[in-house]
């Protein structure tokens, strides 16, 4: 038989059998500890068959690839039970939540019973180690077999792109349709939770730095909110999942699709202006979220909401308060962490925003990137009756950020991109693939970087945004999601060229695929009846405001 040739986990060259499984090359006391495995840089499961030389990294869910294969399997295994047990009501993954997914059913609200129920089948099935395997199957089957399951959010996604095969997986009698890698035995994903909430129930997971338990639940009813408001409208419209946007291009209803969110999108900030308007000891409002959720054209769009009510922002840079860069605090590898606190002069700035806000002249900071030194302007500068300061940046919800101002002196805003379309009932988007599309026509617009150089920043980012915001973020008074539902359909047209750059060589590669293969789903929506002000114009570019 033909032999090719790998490497595993960075060793030696070793030769096998052509079509040898993944699985087979673990080592026998090892097998448990591992869930996935990166080929040739992109993401596998266990069963997969090797056919080419490959380089091999084995995975375990303490890898962020291994928890998203861990999270599936148990989101797949979940499914397989409410089909056993409610085969009348279609469980609806509604979006993430913390450290798990939201779940409802249609016209329908679980009991503590019925979710003891979906939990005791989920342990059932990792108890007795099923196998659960991958095939292809051709379009046609593909369709036969959602029309048999009645999943129509699928066979709608699935007929408005028109794939030639899809990837299916089995345990017992139930196959799930999905592209993500799954494990290849119900045994490895052991830990894990349901939890009643609200109207469905929480699908908790453990955490990366812990697998022995389930993480513990933190409400953030605010968020929640947020998700909830948004699924009621997608609802409203009759566009939840990429199926159904997909529709809507199909028919030409497009352009009033896009009308109608930016109109909704305003309205929003509109309420967010009026309510800090409403709340008189308002005098600094605090804007934060994540890398890519459209702070910059949110922060403008407030401000000019806040000046049609009645009040003058006057926008402080917080990057200008910087320390030297001689005084940056310094990652483990010894580079420069610009991202904690600590690189921030907090003393200064409480000491500048405190004098302003008590009336009094003073000179502000100006950082120079290219010296990495500090400084103070020539002039002096006061605030004028009415006007209210906006500052923006990854700290402004951290109390240490404005220690010297009174709590009931601030507003602060969480924004982010919370995006809250489906691929279908059962597979959801996560909000950090909206954001790292944005950032990755963003950067390659206006920045000059390369696919490969935002996705290697990328999880730097994602680890500043955990250890720096999303633990603040109930502390907010408003909350904006800038998520828009049509706006994957735009920017895959500037991603896609941009993803395609990516070689097979590149240990980026797999993620560019991956992004890919997600945007195949969308049709292309244009960019001509998009407005000029809307969040989506700092990616692609077109703004009518001046940044």
């Known amino acids: 038989m033909e032999k090719i040739q790998v490497t595993i986990n960075n060793s030696s060259p070793v030769e096998i059998l052509k079509g040898t499984q993944l699985f087979?090359?673990?080592?026998?006391?090892?097998?448990?500890?591992?869930?996935?495995?990166?080929?040739?840089?992109?993401?596998?499961?266990?069963?997969?068959?090797?056919?080419t030389n490959a380089d091999i990294h084995f995975l375990t869910p303490k890898t962020n690839e291994g928890m998203e294969v861990y999270r599936s399997t148990l989101s797949f295994l979940l499914e397989k039970a409410a089909q056993k047990l409610f085969p009348k009501h279609t469980l609806t993954i509604m979006h993430s939540l913390?450290?798990?997914?939201?779940?409802?059913?249609?016209?329908?609200?679980?009991?503590?019973?019925?979710?003891?129920?979906?939990e005791n089948a989920m342990r059932?099935?990792?108890?007795?180690?099923?196998?659960?395997?991958?095939?292809?199957?051709?379009?046609?089957?593909?369709?036969?077999?959602?029309?048999?399951?009645?999943?129509?959010?699928?066979?709608?996604?699935?007929?408005?792109?028109?794939v030639p095969t899809v990837n299916c997986y089995q345990c017992d009698d139930f196959i799930g349709i999905l592209q993500t890698p799954l494990a290849a035995n119900t045994e490895q994903v052991p830990v894990f939770t349901l939890i009643q909430y609200e109207n469905g129930f929480i699908l908790q997971f453990p955490s990366r730095r812990d697998l022995s338990q389930p993480k513990i639940f933190i409400e953030q009813k605010e968020i929640f909110n947020v998700y909830r408001d948004y699924k009621n409208?997608?609802?409203?419209?009759?566009?939840?999942?990429?199926?159904?946007?997909?529709?809507?291009?199909?028919?030409?209803?497009?352009?009033?699709?896009?009308?109608?969110?930016?109109?909704?999108?305003?309205?929003?900030i509109i309420k967010l202006a009026e309510d800090i308007v409403s709340?008189?000891?308002v005098r600094l409002v605090a804007i934060a979220g994540p890398s890519s959720s459209g702070k910059t054209t949110f922060s403008k769009r407030l401000e000019l909401q806040l000046r049609a009510h009645g009040l003058t922002p006057r926008t402080i840079s917080v990057d200008d308060y910087f320390v030297d860069r001689d005084k940056t605090p310094l990652n483990e590898d010894g580079s420069f962490d610009f991202e904690c606190i600590e690189a921030v002069n907090l003393k200064l700035f409480?000491?500048?925003?405190?004098?302003?806000?008590?009336?009094?002249?003073?000179?502000?900071?100006?950082?120079?990137?290219?010296?990495?030194?500090?400084?103070?302007?020539?002039?002096?500068?006061?605030?004028?009756?009415?006007?209210?300061?906006?500052?923006?940046?990854?700290?402004c919800l951290n109390e240490k950020m404005t220690y010297l101002i009174p709590r009931q002196n601030k507003y602060k805003i969480y924004i982010s991109a919370l995006t809250h379309i489906n691929i279908d009932h059962a597979n959801r988007?996560?909000?950090?693939?909206?954001?790292?599309?944005?950032?990755?026509?963003?950067?390659?617009?206006?920045?000059?970087h390369s696919?490969?150089?935002?996705?290697?920043?990328?999880?730097?980012?994602?680890?500043?945004?955990?250890?720096?915001?999303?633990?603040?973020?109930?502390?907010?008074?408003?909350?904006?999601?800038?998520?828009?539902?049509?706006?994957?359909?735009?920017?895959?047209?500037?991603?896609?060229?941009?993803?395609?750059?990516?070689?097979p060589d590149s240990p980026y590669y797999g993620e560019a695929s991956r992004l890919l293969s997600f945007l195949s789903y969308f049709l292309n929506i244009p960019t001509d009846k998009i407005p000029p002000t809307s969040i989506v114009r700092e990616f692609i570019g077109g703004s009518s405001l001046r940044y």
């Open 451 to 503: 696919a490969e150089c935002t996705l290697e920043m990328w999880p730097a980012v994602r680890q500043g945004e955990e250890n720096n915001i999303f633990p603040f973020q109930n502390d907010a008074d408003g909350y904006f999601n800038s998520a828009l539902i049509y706006e994957l359909g735009v920017l895959k047209i500037y991603a896609e060229p941009i993803l395609k750059q990516v070689n």
């Open 429 to 448: 988007i996560p909000t950090t693939d909206n954001r790292v599309i944005r950032r990755l026509v963003r950067d390659y617009n206006y920045r000059g």
């Open 350 to 395: 409480n000491e500048h925003i405190s004098a302003l806000l008590n009336g009094e002249k003073t000179k502000l900071a100006r950082f120079d990137f290219i010296t990495g030194k500090s400084s103070l302007t020539q002039e002096k500068f006061s605030l004028s009756p009415g006007e209210i300061i906006v500052i923006e940046g990854i700290h």
């Open 233 to 268: 409208l997608d609802k409203l419209f009759h566009v939840d999942t990429i199926g159904s946007l997909n529709q809507f291009v199909i028919n030409k209803k497009i352009n009033d699709l896009i009308l109608v969110e930016e109109a909704l999108q305003e309205s929003r």
């Open 98 to 118: 913390g450290a798990g997914y939201y779940y409802e059913f249609d016209n329908y609200t679980p009991t503590k019973k019925d979710i003891a129920s979906l």
């Open 124 to 162: 059932n099935d990792i108890s007795e180690k099923k196998s659960i395997n991958r095939k292809k199957v051709s379009y046609h089957d593909a369709v036969t077999l959602l029309k048999e399951q009645n999943k129509t959010a699928q066979l709608l996604l699935l007929t408005t792109c028109a």
């Open 24 to 51: 087979e090359l673990l080592p026998h006391d090892e097998k448990e500890n591992f869930i996935c495995a990166k080929v040739n840089h992109q993401i596998l499961p266990l069963k997969f068959n090797i056919e």
């Open 279 to 281: 709340r008189k000891d």
